[in-house]
């Protein structure tokens, strides 16, 4: 059964530094990968997806990468703002199985402060 | 383009009441989604339509029926609400199976 697990649970940084958030999956048979952000409240925005056959995504200041062979995804903020703190959600499709079965993290915990 | 919309925003049920809690996307999409989010339990899913006219369970189905009444639309039923259906949930569409999902600004049910 596919899990999909981020770390850390919650990371405050000062405004301006550069970051990496982390998910991992256990199943590497994945169809494509999907960041979100959810502002506290507020449903969830879509941030980046990536196919199985690509090895990153870029949109402004957020790079995401994927490596399915050790079953991981890094979601790169640069020059982090104070606007960029939200709960950040990645999730995974499968191959194979249900087509409406997107697997959650929990999210990772973002606050930059001024 | 107002992307997916939910009715209501807010709700509180007596355990044994029933209530729907509509969905619609303006984006022609073909999938519907609904989910739940809990406390430590992450965002699971409750049911999909892949396309109009079909509906499959979900990871947690139990107490909910939907309807996808047309390729706007996509309801969520709840028969005979219980506490252990309060959350918060969330409608979600994308343009395919498996596609960029985009998701509505929740409906906050209490159930008391």
């Known amino acids: 059964k596919q899990e999909v697990t981020q770390i850390p649970a919650a990371l405050s940084v000062p405004e301006g530094e550069n970051l990496v958030l982390n998910c991992s999956f256990t199943?590497?048979?994945?169809?494509?990968l999907q960041w979100f952000r959810q502002d506290p409240g507020k449903g969830l925005t879509s941030l980046l997806l990536?196919?199985?056959?690509?090895r990153e995504q870029t949109s402004g200041r957020l790079n995401a990468s994927l490596d399915k062979s050790s079953g991981r995804s890094t979601l790169y903020i640069a020059a982090s703002q104070p606007g960029d703190s939200a709960t950040y959600l990645c999730?995974?499709?499968?191959?194979?199985?249900?087509?409406?079965?997107?697997?959650f993290g929990k999210g990772t915990k973002l606050s930059v402060k001024p | 383009n107002a992307g997916v919309t939910q009715t209501p925003k807010f709700q509180v049920l007596k355990t044994g009441q029933s209530m729907t809690l509509q969905c619609a996307q303006d984006?022609?999409?073909?999938?519907m989604y609904w989910y739940r989010q809990d406390p430590g339990m992450g965002l699971r899913l409750i049911y999909y339509?892949?396309?109009?006219?079909?509906?499959d369970k979900g990871e947690v189905p139990n107490g909910y029926n939907v309807s996808r009444l047309n390729k706007r639309e996509f309801s969520l039923r709840l028969e005979s609400a219980a506490p252990s259906q309060t959350s918060v949930y969330f409608c979600?569409?994308?343009?395919?199976?498996?596609?960029?999902?985009?998701f509505g600004p929740g409906t906050r049910l209490t159930v008391t």
């Open positions: 979600a569409s994308s343009e395919v199976g498996r596609g960029e999902q985009y």
């Open positions: 199943d590497s048979a994945i169809y494509n």
């Open positions: 990536i196919q199985s056959s690509q």
């Open positions: 999730a995974v499709f499968n191959y194979g199985g249900s087509q409406g079965n997107l697997i």
């Open positions: 984006m022609n999409h073909n999938s």
């Open positions: 339509s892949a396309s109009e006219g079909t509906t």
